[in-house]
């Protein structure tokens, strides 16, 4: 997905948070952070800042921690670079590092310490105000034809209330993921009444899971700042949605496209091959390549 801006949409902000460790990436994550990992020719977190601006957010609130300068690296201006690019008459690759850093306005807030992906958004909110926001988790990679976030934000425009990014999974994977208990409403439309984190296959109300993509109000916000450690001792955004949806209407949104967890180490392979596939410039020689593979039956 190349970034083509989509211009005013009521949900104009987005929170990234990026301070894990990516302790299922190491050693790969033990200097670097797991963000910059590369799918082809991009570091992860490229493509949900490009799935972002392609869903008209036009500010992008990157929750970092020790360690994590290079993402704030990637998204500034490299001036000496691009001095040299210009001078040695490669405008294509120019053009394409002054998108990087034009594409959105980027703020940077630190996460001290781990403690859930709930606080990882507390720590960003006093930049958010009383408008919606988006949240998108790095390792959630979505390859769509219309990015699914922008779906997301015109359910926000329909409902006025916050909608979730959701997709069926396996029994046996149930226990990664928040879990939603919902009224189907239409074709991939549910209305949540519960939400469960990482529960065991026998508690899942569902398999409907939670992705790393929400539209989120105000009101989730104020609920989350009071929303106490759940499970494994982190605040939870699935335990602050879960109290929001009991008493008001919030929705999720099955999402169309394939998704990659690309935080893991199979599923970045998988993306690798997926998205190697796919290059204009290469992906022919690499499908000739695979096919010359031997496989062992
Ligand atoms: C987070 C959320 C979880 C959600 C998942 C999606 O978990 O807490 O509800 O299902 O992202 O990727 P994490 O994978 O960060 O542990």
Not at 79 to 86: C, V
Not at 207 to 235: C, F, H, M, Q, S
Request: aromatic fraction near 6%.
């Amino acid at each position: 997905m190349a970034i083509h801006k989509k211009t005013s949409r009521s949900v104009r902000k987005a929170i990234i948070p990026a301070a894990g460790l990516g302790t299922r990436f190491l050693p790969a994550t033990k200097a670097s952070p797991k963000e910059m990992l590369v799918l082809v020719d991009k570091p992860l977190i490229q493509y949900v800042v490009e799935e972002a601006v392609a869903s008209g957010i036009e500010e992008i609130i990157i929750v970092t921690g020790r360690g994590k300068r290079a993402i704030e690296d990637h998204f500034d201006v490299s001036f000496e670079l691009e001095e040299t690019l210009k001078n040695s008459g490669k405008n294509k690759i120019l053009e394409q590092l002054r998108g990087i850093s034009n594409s959105a306005k980027f703020c940077y807030v630190r996460q001290p310490q781990a403690l859930g992906l709930g606080h990882a958004i507390l720590c960003a909110a006093h930049l958010i105000g009383d408008e919606p926001v988006a949240v998108l988790l790095g390792d959630d990679l979505i390859d769509s034809e219309t990015p699914v976030l922008s779906k997301m934000i015109d359910l926000y425009e329909r409902f006025k209330a916050p909608v979730i990014g959701a997709h069926r999974v396996s029994m046996d994977d149930i226990h990664q993921y928040g879990v939603i208990s919902g009224e189907p409403l239409e074709k991939r439309l549910f209305r949540v009444s519960d939400l469960i984190e990482k529960p065991a296959p026998h508690e899942a109300p569902s398999d409907i899971a939670v992705i790393g993509r929400y539209i989120l109000t105000p009101e989730v916000l104020k609920i989350l700042k009071k929303t106490k450690p759940g499970k494994n001792g982190e605040i939870q955004l699935t335990d602050g949605l879960k109290t929001f949806a009991r008493s008001a209407p919030c929705y999720a949104y099955e999402i169309e496209g394939k998704r990659y967890d690309a935080g893991d180490k199979l599923g970045l392979l998988k993306a690798t091959v997926e998205f190697g596939l796919k290059n204009p410039e290469f992906g022919k020689q690499f499908e000739d390549f695979l096919k010359s593979l031997q496989f062992h039956q």
